[in-house]
C-alpha cells in the first residue's frame, strides 16, 4: 500500500492557541540597530497591536532614548504571538505555545533587516529560550547587565540581558529597579562603542620572549606598590574547553593561555603563553614570572585560589606567590549589599562598580583559538577591574567605614 504524504502543519496547528484571532506580529523598521525580545504579548499589546505597550513600552523607549537610540533603531518582538493564557508565563499550556511558535521566531530573527544585530534580552523566559546552563536554569538576577552568547536559536549572536519592564514596574522598590534598568541600558550601549577599551593603556606581548626583550618582567618585578593578575586557560585535549578542565589548574590536561597584570584602574598589561603552552615548555616563562610572583609586592587576583594554582601548579610561579594581599571576589562580597545573585568577576563589575564588562559575553570555552588582541584586551580589562575594587575595599577600610562606634 502507497502511503500518503503528509502536508506540513502550519505554524499554529496543533498550538493550544491556535484558535486565537490576536496574534501580534514584531514591529522592525528597515535599519534597526538593535532588536528587543520579550515574552509574551499582555492585554495592552492585545489592544494596540504591538509587541509592548503602555507603561512597559515607555519605560524601554526611554532608557534606550536616553542612549540615542531612536524608533527608528530598535525593533520588537515576542517569543510568542499570543497573550498567555491567565498570563501565566510558565504553565504548560503556555510553554507548548511558546514552544511552537519558534516557527515564527527563528525567521523572525534571520529577517534581513534584523539579522546579526545584538538583541536585548527581557526578562527570564526571553534568557531561557537564548542561553542554557548544563544542569540548571539560568536566572535573570545572575545575568542581568551582561551580555552572553546566544546557546540557541540563534548560536554565537550577541545578547544583552535585562529584567523585563513588567518585573521592573511591579517590583515595591520602583523607584530603584526603575534607575537600574536604565543603568543597564547605559552600560549595554556604551560596551557596543568600545568606549571602556580606549580608556586603557594595554601592553600586550605576543610571546615570553617578547616580554622579556621589552623589560616588561624586570619593571614589573620592580615594582613596589600592589598589582593585580588575572589568568586564561583552556583544555589541551578537547575544544570547546571542558569546564571541569580549564577550571581546575591541577588537572592534566588545563593548560595557560596568558597572564594579564594591572597596576592601576587603567593601565595593564598580557602576555601570551600559548606557544610555550602547547610545547610543553614553560621554562622560559618560569624564569622570568618567578621573581615577579617573589617580589614583596602585594598581589591581587579576583578568584585567588584559582589564579594563583594557575601559576603554581604550571610553574609559572616556581616559588610561589608572594603576599597575595587581596581577593576581588572577597572585595565584592565587602562592597556589595549582601544580595549577590552571582559571583562572578563581570557582575561583579555590574553590580558593585556600575561598570560594563570587557568580554561582552565572550564564551571562554573558545579560549584556545581566540585572537591574541581580543584576548589581551578582555584580560587586562579583568585585571584593572580587579585592581579596582580591592583598591575601593583597601580605600574604603583605611577610612574605617566599617567601624560602627556606639553611643
Known amino acids: 500500500m502507497k502511503l500518503k504524504a503528509k502536508t506540513p502543519a502550519l505554524p499554529c496547528e496543533g498550538c493550544p492557541y491556535e484558535s486565537r484571532r490576536c496574534k501580534i506580529t514584531p514591529v522592525i523598521p528597515s535599519a534597526p540597530r538593535l532588536l528587543v525580545v520579550g515574552d509574551a504579548p499582555d492585554e495592552g499589546s492585545e489592544f494596540t497591536m504591538t509587541p509592548f505597550s503602555g507603561p512597559e513600552q515607555e519605560l524601554i523607549t526611554s532608557a534606550?532614548?536616553?542612549?540615542?537610540?531612536?524608533?527608528?533603531?530598535?525593533?520588537?518582538?515576542?517569543?510568542?504571538?499570543?497573550?498567555?493564557?491567565?498570563?501565566?508565563?510558565?504553565?504548560?499550556?503556555?510553554?507548548?505555545?511558546?514552544?511552537?511558535?519558534?516557527?515564527?521566531?527563528?525567521?523572525?530573527l534571520t529577517r534581513t533587516e534584523v539579522s546579526g544585530i545584538p538583541l536585548l534580552l527581557l526578562g527570564e523566559r526571553a534568557l531561557h529560550r537564548f542561553w542554557k546552563e548544563e544542569g540548571r536554569k539560568p536566572t535573570v538576577g545572575a545575568y542581568r547587565g551582561l551580555w552572553i552568547e546566544a546557546k540557541q536559536i540563534t548560536p554565537?549572536?550577541?545578547?544583552?540581558?535585562?529584567?523585563?519592564?513588567?518585573?521592573?514596574?511591579?517590583?515595591?522598590?520602583?523607584?530603584?529597579?526603575?534607575?537600574?534598568?536604565?543603568?543597564?541600558?547605559?552600560?549595554?550601549?556604551?560596551?557596543?562603542?568600545?568606549?571602556?577599551?580606549?580608556?586603557?593603556?594595554?601592553?600586550?606581548?605576543?610571546?615570553?620572549?617578547?616580554?622579556?626583550?621589552?623589560?616588561?618582567?624586570?619593571?614589573?618585578?620592580?615594582?613596589?606598590?600592589?598589582?593585580?593578575?588575572?589568568?586564561?586557560?583552556?583544555?589541551?585535549?578537547?575544544?570547546?574547553?571542558?569546564?571541569?578542565?580549564?577550571?581546575?589548574?591541577?588537572?592534566?590536561?588545563?593548560?595557560?593561555?596568558?597572564?594579564?597584570?594591572?597596576?592601576?584602574?587603567?593601565?595593564?598589561?598580557?602576555?601570551?603563553?600559548?606557544?610555550?603552552?602547547?610545547?610543553?615548555?614553560?621554562?622560559?616563562?618560569?624564569?622570568?614570572?618567578?621573581?615577579?610572583?617573589?617580589?614583596?609586592?602585594d598581589k591581587w587576583a579576583f578568584s585567588g585560589h584559582y589564579d594563583e594554582e594557575g601559576v603554581v601548579y604550571t610553574k609559572v610561579a616556581a616559588d610561589g606567590v608572594h603576599n597575595r594581599a587581596g581577593d576581588g571576589m572577597l572585595a565584592m562580597i565587602a562592597l556589595g549589599d549582601g544580595t549577590h545573585d552571582s559571583l562572578r568577576l563581570e557582575k561583579a563589575v555590574v553590580d558593585v562598580l556600575g561598570k560594563p564588562q570587557y568580554w561582552q559575553g565572550f564564551d571562554k570555552s573558545m579560549m584556545r583559538d581566540v585572537s591574541l588582541a581580543d584576548v589581551a584586551d578582555g584580560a587586562i580589562g579583568d585585571a584593572c577591574y580587579t585592581f579596582e575594587l580591592c583598591t575601593d575595599l583597601h580605600d574604603r577600610i583605611r577610612r574605617e567605614d566599617y567601624l560602627l562606634w556606639g553611643n
Do not use: Q
Request: one cysteine or more.
Open 64 to 108: 534606550l532614548a536616553a542612549v540615542g537610540y531612536g524608533e527608528a533603531d530598535v525593533a520588537y518582538l515576542n517569543l510568542t504571538r499570543c497573550r498567555a493564557a491567565g498570563d501565566d508565563l510558565t504553565g504548560p499550556v503556555h510553554l507548548k505555545a511558546e514552544k511552537r511558535c519558534r516557527k515564527f521566531l527563528e525567521p523572525d
Open 156 to 297: 554565537g549572536r550577541k545578547a544583552f540581558v535585562a529584567r523585563h519592564p513588567r518585573e521592573v514596574l511591579r517590583d515595591r522598590a520602583i523607584d530603584a529597579r526603575s534607575a537600574e534598568f536604565k543603568a543597564d541600558i547605559r552600560r549595554m550601549a556604551v560596551s557596543l562603542t568600545d568606549a571602556p577599551l580606549a580608556l586603557i593603556k594595554r601592553e600586550v606581548y605576543a610571546t615570553v620572549r617578547e616580554a622579556r626583550e621589552a623589560g616588561f618582567f624586570e619593571r614589573l618585578a620592580a615594582l613596589t606598590t600592589p598589582w593585580a593578575f588575572d589568568i586564561e586557560a583552556y583544555d589541551a585535549v578537547e575544544f570547546p574547553s571542558r569546564k571541569f578542565v580549564s577550571t581546575d589548574p591541577c588537572h592534566p590536561d588545563f593548560r595557560l593561555r596568558g597572564i594579564a597584570f594591572a597596576w592601576a584602574t587603567d593601565e595593564g598589561a598580557y602576555v601570551d603563553l600559548k606557544e610555550a603552552s602547547e610545547s610543553g615548555d614553560l621554562l622560559e616563562a618560569s624564569e622570568a614570572l618567578t621573581p615577579c610572583f617573589a617580589s614583596d609586592a
